[in-house]
């Protein structure tokens, strides 16, 4: 593990892993929705609309997920300043806030039929959009300060801050009173979903869970070539510089 | 004491203060001094409220049923104004750079900043929430409870403010970093706060108690953890 902490390797470890995790993904996207589509029976209240579930819950878990493998980045960038835990905060956040832009607008789609209405200011609801909100800021954030290690840091600060949102996201449900269900797979007594439409969901979330890796070790590889680019330009520069002065001061020149 | 140092020797006291005390007495002179300090805050507070009618219409008895929104918000964005300047003077002068090496923590020198800050920029609105209470056509009652829940309230969105200060201290062109990066964080206090502010309304089911002692929570949870992350950001940012 350790030895992968090394861009270097990593570069040469995600060169491998990429095509074969983009085959798997692929592979059980399709399976995933093919079962959701064709497969899972419609629900004796809902009707087929139930089938929005499987792209809405995949991208609910994901959107936390992703916060939280953000969160565990976060120490490394400021604990060990490991330039790989920086590249992989940077790339999870757009990633996070579309899974969290999917979630919310997968949800607002099946909300219209089932409630009545697009949006309702309810606690999950609005915390998951307080999350989302969090995501664009770190994005900008990221965007904004120029040097990569101390935009690396901030943004660890600010999303170790956010992360007291994560709790409240998921205890949401249980501690108001909410429109939006509580958690009916992960709970107390074994899940309260019926085997045929569990099934397809766990396939669909196992499917969500790779694309998100596929997608992140990508743009983690985008990144840590940005960075080389970046610092080859600036010995490009520096060495352009020393030419030029170097008759005049050689004491100066590096 | 390299903090004390920046301040004018004016008091001439016979013992040397604590870096804490002459930080204190300075934040508040520069407060009150430089960019009309709390007035200003006021000035815009007011003007968001006039604004307000203008929006909605003069029916009083809609404008007296969204007061208690309409000065929490118009509190939370003159608390935002003013705080682009908590640190950023300071890091524009070198003084940061004196208090990042004073012997003092330095999440206590951050406590001490947003103290006088908030005395200068927040407590002014506390005060003034009544009367632009009053112009909103809010039930008497309920002027009480605005301005307590204003008061519980407005030091959390000054602390969670400093963090956001603090994350773009050194930036050039983050001017609409700040409210991106602080807002999703200020909204528990607005939930609680004006859940708290409208509690004192007869027509209120709700109890009044609740409200108020979650925000107080909040405030207090602030207190503790914002100068914390606050200081953790100037470390960073500074270096």
Known sequence: ?254 | MSVGATAPAAEGEAAPRSPLRALFIRELRIGRRIGGGGSLGVVFFLMLVVLTPFAVGPDLALLGRIAPSMLWIAALLATLLGLDRLFQSDHDDGSLDLLLMSKAPLELIVLVKCLAHWLVTGLPLVAAAPFFGLMLAMPAGQLWSVALSLMIGTPALTLIGAIGAALTVSLRRGGLLLPVLILPFCAPALIFGVAAAAAGAAVSPAPAAPPFLILAAISLLALVGAPIAAAAALRQMSE
């Open chain 1, 1 to 254: 593990m350790r030895n992968y902490a090394n861009p270097t390797n990593f570069l040469a470890a995600a060169r491998v892993a990429t095509p074969i995790l983009a085959t798997l993904t692929g592979a059980l996207l399709g399976v995933g929705l093919y079962l959701a589509w064709f497969v899972a029976p419609a629900d004796y209240q809902q009707g087929e609309t139930v089938r929005i579930m499987y792209l809405h819950v995949p991208a609910a878990w994901l959107s936390m997920f992703i916060y939280v493998t953000m969160t565990f980045a976060a120490l490394g960038s400021l604990v060990w300043r490991h330039p790989l835990a920086d590249a992989a905060q940077k790339a999870a956040a757009p990633l996070g806030a579309g899974f969290t832009f999917l979630c919310l607008v997968t949800g607002s789609l099946w909300g219209k039929p089932m409630w009545g209405a697009w949006w309702v200011w309810d606690a999950r609801l609005t915390s998951v959009l307080v999350l989302f909100l969090i995501y664009l800021a770190l994005v900008a954030l990221w965007r904004t300060i120029e040097d990569p290690g101390k935009a690396a840091r901030a943004a660890a600060i600010f999303t170790l801050v956010g992360a007291v949102n994560i709790p409240i996201i998921k205890f949401s449900v249980d501690w108001w009173n909410t429109l939006h269900q509580p958690a009916s797979v992960f709970r107390l007594g074994g899940p309260a979903i019926a085997g045929s439409m569990l099934w397809p969901l766990l396939v669909m979330a196992l499917a969500f869970t790779l694309l998100f890796l596929t997608l992140h070790i990508m743009a983690i590889r985008n990144e840590i070539l940005r960075r080389r680019l970046r610092r080859l330009s600036i010995q490009t520069a520096d060495a352009d510089r020393s030419e030029f002065s170097a008759p005049a001061s050689l004491g100066t020149a590096r």
